[in-house]
């Protein structure tokens, strides 16, 4: 069974709801048999490479909300994240464009690296407090080595705009046709959607139906789902 999950490295839903899903998948009995893809899916695809901002500043500017609002829900989304045993840093932390970081994650799947990639990439933008987004190619190439990438290569990739970028654009694409407008989605066997970082418990039901049974496309819980989209990230207040 293939499970496919479009996600961006800047949304902190994103972040939770992988740990949520692996624990389903852990304490799946067809575990060994779930191959994970990872796809392409950009919250702020308009943003300049250049265009570094503090995560506060964009979400008062973008969603027109105070300062002290945009630090109440960092403060919350923190709290999600330890939960699930996550370090999440709820001050200090930068927003960019995220897209060579989706070329590279498609570099990371010919190499057989996708996951190992992904999981540093939302370390360093979540967890870390250097930025990700503020001290050049060299820093992503650094993640990308400990990925188990050549560092060569990496820097290759990230040096030639062009170089995947038709793959990144053709998640995108196929995420709309999916009806997925926020992200994390998680699509299993072309059978079962789940939106948003759903409890462990969610995932643990759609691995169950999807491995038996081959229907249209359902999605769960798409309206009430955590996740980040163009009206920003959903944040419980409680």
Same mark, same amino acid.
């Given at each position: 069974?293939?499970?496919?999950?479009?996600?961006?490295?800047?949304?902190?839903?994103?972040? !939770?709801?992988?740990? @949520? /899903?692996?624990?389903?998948?852990?304490? /799946?009995?067809?575990?060994?048999?779930?191959? !994970?893809?990872?796809?392409?899916?950009?919250?702020?695809?308009? @943003?300049?490479?250049?265009?570094?901002?503090?995560?506060?500043?964009?979400?008062?500017?973008?969603?027109?909300?105070?300062?002290?609002?945009?630090?109440?829900?960092?403060?919350?989304l923190?709290a999600?994240?330890?939960?699930?045993?996550?370090a999440?840093?709820?001050?200090?932390?930068?927003?960019?464009?995220?897209?060579?970081l989706? @070329?590279?994650?498609?570099?990371?799947k010919? &190499?057989?690296?996708?996951?190992?990639l992904? &999981?540093?990439?939302?370390?360093?933008?979540?967890?870390?407090?250097?930025?990700?987004?503020?001290?050049?190619?060299?820093?992503?190439?650094?993640?990308?080595?400990?990925?188990?990438?050549?560092?060569?290569?990496?820097?290759?990739?990230?040096?030639?705009?062009?170089?995947?970028?038709?793959?990144?654009?053709?998640?995108?694409?196929?995420?709309?046709?999916?009806?997925?407008?926020?992200?994390? /989605? /998680?699509?299993?066997? @072309?059978?079962?959607?789940?939106?948003?970082?759903?409890?462990?418990? !969610?995932?643990? &039901?759609?691995?169950?139906?999807?491995?038996?049974?081959?229907?249209p496309?359902?999605?769960?819980?798409?309206?009430?789902? &955590?996740?980040?989209?163009?009206?920003?990230?959903?944040?419980?207040?409680?």
């Amino acid at each position: 069974m293939r499970v496919e999950i479009w996600s961006d490295i800047a949304c902190p839903w994103c972040y !939770v709801g992988k740990a @949520r /899903f692996e624990k389903a998948l852990a304490a /799946f009995p067809h575990r060994d048999r779930v191959e !994970v893809v990872h796809r392409s899916f950009e919250l702020d695809p308009g @943003r300049a490479k250049d265009d570094v901002q503090p995560v506060l500043t964009m979400l008062s500017r973008k969603y027109g909300m105070s300062e002290a609002q945009a630090q109440a829900g960092e403060d919350n989304l923190g709290a999600q994240a330890a939960a699930e045993g996550l370090a999440y840093r709820t001050r200090g932390r930068d927003h960019g464009n995220t897209f060579d970081l989706h @070329r590279l994650l498609h570099f990371a799947k010919e &190499q057989g690296r996708q996951d190992e990639l992904i &999981q540093l990439l939302y370390r360093a933008n979540f967890a870390e407090e250097r930025s990700l987004f503020t001290e050049g190619d060299e820093r992503i190439v650094e993640l990308a080595a400990e990925a188990g990438l050549d560092a060569d290569a990496a820097r290759a990739v990230l040096a030639d705009p062009e170089r995947y970028a038709d793959e990144v654009r053709a998640d995108e694409r196929e995420a709309a046709q999916l009806g997925a407008t926020g992200v994390p /989605f /998680f699509v299993l066997d @072309r059978a079962y959607g789940v939106s948003g970082a759903q409890p462990a418990e !969610v995932f643990s &039901q759609a691995l169950t139906q999807a491995w038996g049974d081959r229907s249209p496309l359902t999605v769960i819980d798409q309206d009430d789902a &955590q996740a980040c989209g163009a009206d920003g990230c959903a944040v419980p207040q409680h």
